[in-house]
């Protein structure tokens, strides 16, 4: 990979990573992922935020580095904005290479070199508004950002260029290829892109979206021309999308999220299928739009997406063993990890012999604190009296959610 320029002395240099990897080891990235990493000039070389050794990123970061007449050898200040293995996973490699650079951290993000990769020298500890002069008229910033998506995490802002380094802050799942800057980009790719970075949010960030609103407002007197992040595009000519993206994305945490519905449900032998498809009806009634999602069939990754950026919720799962549908209990977790609060939610299901999904449903989203609508279930397959009815919910839900 080339390195792109964002002014004559700032460079983007990225890897693109293609792999059936998980990223976080969750969540698939079958579009990929990008690895950036940015190169600021003065009559010193700093290097912000790292890569790890995954699909040869060191390699096409190098490759980058050659074509401005660098090396790794070169670099004067390593400058590490959050610690997550994917920014700092070829740390040790790098010191072999370069054991002068200086790496500047947080406190808490300098303890983390220490423990991760114990490194004990070199090491330098920033504050919070705290400068670095690269000399030449170059200077850098640094201001902490913390759990973003760790507590060690900051940003750093280079003034002259306008450019703000974020790492994980703005970021989305997509390769790059050549391009990197959001002027280079189509209005589709630009559609895939949106749709990847609500999916890197709701995974990634949304358990931390009051820290995302803070430091929105802690950074907001910067004079921002450039939002430069470590995975996804770089925002030179429209940077104040991607911020507006994601103070839209934090507010979905504590509402009012889209006016849709995200349908989730799994179905054994299809009596619990038989009563969803009577809900939706209702909810097409009442021209309410909704995204669906069978599991386990569909990777918790995208349902997470689109259940956190919806009002309204349909829960479809049948009684497994006493007890509710394995898959959903998996899915209903991560929704109470990620946060998924507030919502309007119908749940429906199917029992055979007996019942017993209920106690154990209402236990795991209690902590939720959603609005339930009275739930229905019903034994074996739904009969006409039965459809009727949810049919009719189908209908409050989309009137409730549409309010």
Same mark, same amino acid.
């Given at each position: 990979?080339?390195?792109?320029?964002?002014?004559?002395?700032?460079?983007?240099?990225?890897?693109?990573?293609?792999?059936?990897?998980?990223?976080?080891?969750?969540?698939?990235? @079958?579009?990929?992922?990008? &690895?950036? +990493?940015?190169?600021?000039? %003065?009559?010193?070389?700093? $290097?912000?935020?790292?890569?790890? =050794?995954?699909?040869?990123?060191?390699?096409?970061?190098?490759?980058?580095?050659?074509?401005?007449?660098?090396?790794?050898?070169?670099?004067?200040?390593?400058?590490?904005?959050?610690?997550?293995?994917?920014?700092?996973?070829?740390?040790?490699?790098?010191?072999?290479?370069?054991?002068?650079?200086?790496?500047?951290?947080?406190?808490?993000?300098?303890?983390?070199?220490?423990?991760?990769?114990?490194?004990?020298?070199?090491?330098?500890?920033?504050?919070?508004?705290?400068?670095?002069?690269?000399?030449?008229?170059?200077?850098?910033?640094?201001?902490?950002?913390?759990?973003?998506?760790?507590?060690?995490?900051?940003?750093?802002?280079? @003034?002259?260029?306008?450019? &703000?380094? +974020?790492?994980?802050?703005? %970021?989305?799942?997509?390769? $790059?290829?050549?391009?990197?800057? =959001?002027?280079?980009?189509?209005?589709?790719?630009?559609?895939?892109?949106?749709?990847?970075?609500?999916?890197?949010?709701?995974?990634?960030?949304?358990?931390?979206?009051?820290?995302?609103?803070?430091?929105?407002?802690?950074?907001?007197?910067?004079?921002?021309?450039?939002?430069?992040?470590?995975?996804?595009?770089?925002?030179?000519?429209?940077?104040?999308?991607?911020?507006?993206?994601?103070?839209?994305?934090?507010?979905?945490?504590?509402?009012?999220?889209?006016?849709?519905?995200?349908?989730?449900?799994?179905?054994?032998?299809?009596?619990?299928?038989?009563?969803?498809?009577?809900?939706?009806?209702?909810?097409?009634?009442?021209?309410?739009?909704y995204s669906i999602h069978r599991i386990p069939d569909e990777n918790v990754s995208y349902v997470l997406a689109d259940a956190y950026k919806s009002?309204?919720?349909?829960?479809?799962?049948?009684?497994?063993?006493?007890?509710?549908?394995?898959?959903?209990?998996?899915?209903?977790?991560?929704?109470?990890?990620?946060?998924?609060?507030?919502?309007?939610?119908?749940?429906?299901?199917?029992?055979?012999?007996?019942?017993?999904?209920?106690?154990?449903?209402?236990?795991?989203?209690?902590?939720?604190?959603?609005?339930?609508?009275?739930?229905?279930?019903?034994?074996?397959?739904?009969?006409?009296?039965?459809?009727?009815?949810?049919?009719?919910?189908?209908?409050?839900?989309?009137?409730?959610?549409?309010?």
């Open positions: 990979m080339k390195a792109s320029a964002i002014s004559h002395r700032v460079f983007c240099l990225h890897a693109d990573i293609k792999t059936d990897d998980l990223f976080e080891g969750i969540w698939p990235i @079958p579009e990929g992922v990008s &690895l950036n +990493t940015y190169l600021v000039k %003065g009559e010193k070389i700093a $290097l912000i935020d790292l890569i790890r =050794d995954w699909t040869g990123a060191p390699g096409q970061v190098e490759d980058a580095l050659k074509g401005l007449g660098l090396g790794f050898s070169d670099i004067d200040y390593l400058i590490l904005n959050h610690l997550e293995p994917d920014h700092s996973g070829w740390l040790r490699e790098f010191r072999a290479q370069n054991p002068r650079a200086e790496i500047l951290a947080t406190a808490k993000g300098i303890n983390l070199v220490k423990s991760f990769y114990k490194i004990e020298d070199g090491l330098r500890a920033v504050k919070d508004g705290e400068t670095l002069d690269l000399g030449g008229g170059m200077e850098l910033q640094f201001f902490e950002t913390p759990n973003i998506h760790w507590p060690e995490t900051m940003v750093t802002w280079e @003034p002259k260029s306008g450019t &703000l380094f +974020t790492c994980d802050a703005f %970021g989305s799942f997509g390769t $790059l290829g050549e391009r990197v800057f =959001d002027d280079e980009f189509s209005p589709a790719e630009h559609d895939f892109f949106e749709k990847e970075t609500l999916r890197y949010y709701a995974n990634i960030v949304s358990s931390f979206s009051l820290f995302v609103e803070k430091a929105v407002q802690k950074l907001s007197a910067l004079d921002i021309q450039c939002i430069a992040p470590s995975h996804g595009i770089v925002w030179r000519k429209n940077p104040k999308t991607i911020i507006d993206r994601y103070v839209r994305y934090a507010s979905y945490a504590k509402g009012p999220a889209e006016k849709e519905i995200a349908i989730v449900w799994g179905s054994m032998y299809g009596s619990t299928k038989q009563g969803l498809d009577a809900v939706i009806r209702g909810i097409e009634a009442e021209g309410v739009p009002r309204g919720l349909l829960i479809a799962m049948p009684t497994y063993e006493y007890a509710m549908f394995p898959p959903m209990a998996y899915m209903l977790d991560i929704f109470r990890r990620k946060h998924i609060n507030g919502k309007t939610v119908l749940r429906i299901g199917s029992w055979g012999w007996v019942g017993g999904a209920k106690k154990e449903y209402e236990a795991a989203i209690e902590p939720l604190k959603w609005n339930s609508l009275e739930s229905v279930e019903w034994a074996g397959s739904p009969t006409a009296e039965e459809i009727k009815v949810l049919e009719d919910r189908g209908r409050e839900l989309a009137r409730t959610v549409s309010a």
